[in-house]
């Protein structure tokens, strides 16, 4: 039986219309003086603080601590602001999917499981009514590489079930190879969803334990099952 449930957030539960690629170009501009620089830059999958990093080596900046505090002040601030003319949304069949899981007879946790920064991530779920979800979650804040954000989460969720969570009670939802990846792990099952930066072709080859197009093709209930 699954007792805990991570999400990822963008390209699997919401798109933002761009707005984060946004703020990360206007932000670096604004602090750096360099227009456009996140141009060519490969955003599906990735984690703030590893693309911020990406983006200072790219351009010559250094890699410090106040850099990065610098930059990432200006990012959320910039992206507060353009959430609010984003055309974004919520993907099909993720309300459904959530209230499947908390009308199970034995809920699951539901967490985050997520590249953004965590006042980022909260900020655009707020901004789409599903921050409220979720009990707890691992982001950038807590690791550049996603694998070790995997890793927070799981003992972010074995601490609140009070015991240690097996790999097969556990389900990571995201769009990207880089989504199974971390799965894999923690030893969690994997349902990819082809809402993001990836077909569902692509998402096969790396072997999910369920790939769908969207969550309408699914139902919590059976995957619970399985």
């Not at 003086?33 to 990093?53: E, H, Q, S």
């Not at 984003?86 to 309300?95: E, H």
């Not at 979650?137 to 550049?144: I, P, R, S, W, Y």
């Not at 995997?150 to 995201?174: K, M, P, Q, T």
């Amino acid at each position: 039986m699954l007792r805990l449930v991570l999400f990822d957030i963008d390209g699997t539960l919401i798109h933002t219309d761009g707005a984060g690629i946004k703020a990360f170009n206007k932000a670096f501009e604004m602090q750096f003086k360099i227009p456009n620089g996140a141009a060519g830059m490969k955003f599906a999958g990735r984690t703030d603080t590893g693309l911020a990093r990406e983006l200072f080596l790219k351009h010559r900046i250094e890699t410090s601590p106040e850099n990065f505090e610098l930059f990432f002040d200006c990012y959320l601030n910039w992206l507060a602001h353009l959430l609010t003319e984003a055309r974004g949304d919520i993907f099909p069949g993720v309300w459904r999917f959530i209230y499947d899981l908390q009308s199970l007879p034995e809920p699951p946790m539901l967490g985050l499981l997520t590249g953004n920064l965590r006042l980022g991530a909260e900020l655009k779920l707020r901004h789409f009514n599903v921050w409220d979800f979720f009990q707890f979650g691992a982001f950038a804040d807590d690791h550049e590489e996603r694998n070790h954000i995997a890793r927070a989460a799981h003992r972010r969720g074995s601490r609140l079930a009070g015991r240690e969570l097996r790999g097969d009670e556990v389900l990571v939802i995201g769009d990207t190879p880089f989504d199974i990846e971390c799965g894999r792990a923690i030893g969690a099952k994997v349902l990819a969803v082809a809402t993001g930066g990836s077909t569902l072709a692509e998402l096969e080859t790396h072997r999910p334990t369920w790939a769908v197009t969207d969550l309408e093709k699914v139902r919590a209930r059976e995957i619970c099952r399985l």
